[in-house]
């Protein structure tokens, strides 16, 4: 386990009420916590900004009676088969599923997938979820 080091750290009064409430908000039982996670959230989006491997999740939103469509989520899935790691498919109601792709890979390609996912005609909503594989944090 890595050696704790302490240090010291200025801001505003006006910033660190703001700050103090904000941690109370996302329940951090202190403010060593809360700024470890800030600093790790930085690390990640360095790395979402490398060539190195990355990891997330991809969600989508769709209604599967769309002409074609699963036809063709399936398909950019197959071309992107060796950075997905698995998929889920989860039915929401009778007409509108929901899909988590977890995917581990070059941030470019991972970024590309979700695009073209993204903008499949009937989709209604996707986000990408940016994390690490956890090694370089």
């Given at each position: 386990m890595?050696?704790?080091?302490?240090?010291?750290?200025s801001?505003?009064?006006?910033l660190?009420?703001?700050?103090?409430h904000l941690?109370?908000e996302k329940?951090y039982?202190?403010?060593?916590?809360?700024?470890?996670?800030l600093?790790?959230q930085?690390?990640?989006?360095k790395?979402?900004?490398s060539?190195?491997?990355?990891?997330?999740a991809?969600?989508?939103?769709?209604?599967?009676?769309?002409?074609?469509l699963?036809?063709?989520?399936?398909?950019?899935q197959?071309d992107f088969g060796?950075i997905i790691i698995?998929?889920q498919h989860?039915?929401l109601?009778h007409?509108?599923?929901l899909?988590?792709i977890?995917v581990?890979?070059?941030?470019g390609?991972v970024q590309?997938?979700a695009?073209?996912?993204?903008s499949v005609?009937?989709?209604?909503h996707?986000?990408?979820?940016m994390?690490?594989?956890?090694?370089d944090?």
């Amino acid at each position: 386990m890595s050696k704790l080091i302490r240090f010291g750290v200025s801001l505003e009064d006006d910033l660190l009420e703001r700050f103090d409430h904000l941690i109370k908000e996302k329940n951090y039982t202190n403010r060593s916590e809360a700024f470890r996670d800030l600093i790790r959230q930085e690390l990640v989006q360095k790395q979402w900004h490398s060539s190195g491997e990355v990891a997330g999740a991809i969600t989508l939103i769709y209604d599967h009676h769309k002409r074609e469509l699963v036809n063709k989520l399936t398909n950019i899935q197959h071309d992107f088969g060796r950075i997905i790691i698995s998929s889920q498919h989860t039915h929401l109601d009778h007409d509108n599923c929901l899909e988590i792709i977890a995917v581990k890979g070059n941030p470019g390609e991972v970024q590309k997938l979700a695009n073209n996912l993204k903008s499949v005609k009937g989709v209604k909503h996707g986000t990408l979820s940016m994390s690490s594989t956890g090694k370089d944090i």
